[in-house]
């Protein structure tokens, strides 16, 4: 599936409101150890709910930014939209919408780091691979920024990532993709959630699917059970393309 992001910068010029400079060290994931667990992109129960929620909102693709945990990069908390235009084949930000989202979340006192770099969308069919036009994308927007991470999560819960480090060590390494059920959550907010849905993302197909509830199907479903399938056999490391 094709996802299409804004040509414009990876990163839109944010106003810092009443605030006053600070010099900030550039953070890294942690990668892991042989004496810890392995890195996965990891999501709370309620990050992964709500991306099962917005994938079977509607009919077309949808993309966002993960919002992670200041002391776990990788760790998924929330998922936050942008205004776009969507298909079934691709999504296309919202310049001003993006550079608005960078605004409020540094308004809210987090870093780049722990908003601007994991990108998440996610596909109406069943395969979470990402296509030319995906790779192109996460090259062109987020070739510059010193880590990223590209998450897709398709129909039936089949789920790709993986991290980019343009610094350090450097490399493209495939990630598992995990729920975390270590970590606090709030519960799931379907009603809050569709509204977020109904306020950014414009279905240019105007096609709207098969007609189900996104908020009744996850009420009635186990979600929690649709964990994530990786496409194959996981290998941690993968040559850049």
Same mark, same amino acid.
């Given at each position: ?20 400079? &600070? ?80 605004? &409020? ?137």
């Amino acid at each position: 599936m094709d996802a299409v992001l804004p040509v414009a910068s990876p990163r839109p010029k944010m106003r810092m409101k009443n605030a006053k400079p &600070r010099r900030r060290q550039a953070r890294w994931p942690r990668l892991a150890t042989r004496s810890s667990r392995r890195t996965a992109l990891r999501f709370t129960p309620y990050a992964w709910a709500k991306l099962l929620f917005l994938r079977d909102a509607g009919s077309t693709e949808v993309g966002g930014f993960g919002i992670s945990s200041a002391n776990d990069l990788l760790l998924v908390e929330d998922i936050g939209l942008v205004t776009q235009h969507a298909t079934m084949a691709s999504v296309e930000f919202d310049d001003i919408s993006v550079a608005d989202f960078f605004d &409020r979340q540094v308004d809210a006192g987090r870093t780049p780091q722990e908003f601007g770099r994991i990108w998440l969308h996610t596909h109406p069919g069943d395969c979470p691979r990402p296509s030319g036009t995906d790779e192109a994308t996460f090259a062109r927007v987020f070739g510059d920024a010193d880590w990223a991470v590209m998450g897709i999560l398709a129909c039936g819960g089949a789920a790709y990532a993986r991290l980019h480090l343009a610094k350090g060590p450097g490399g493209d390494w495939r990630l598992p993709v995990e729920i975390d059920f270590d970590t606090d959550f709030p519960a799931a907010d379907p009603e809050g959630w569709q509204a977020e849905y109904d306020a950014n993302v414009i279905n240019v197909d105007g096609w709207r699917g098969l007609g189900f509830d996104a908020a009744e199907r996850l009420a009635q479903s186990r979600w929690f059970d649709e964990g994530p399938v990786l496409p194959e056999a996981n290998t941690n490391q993968e040559e850049p393309a």
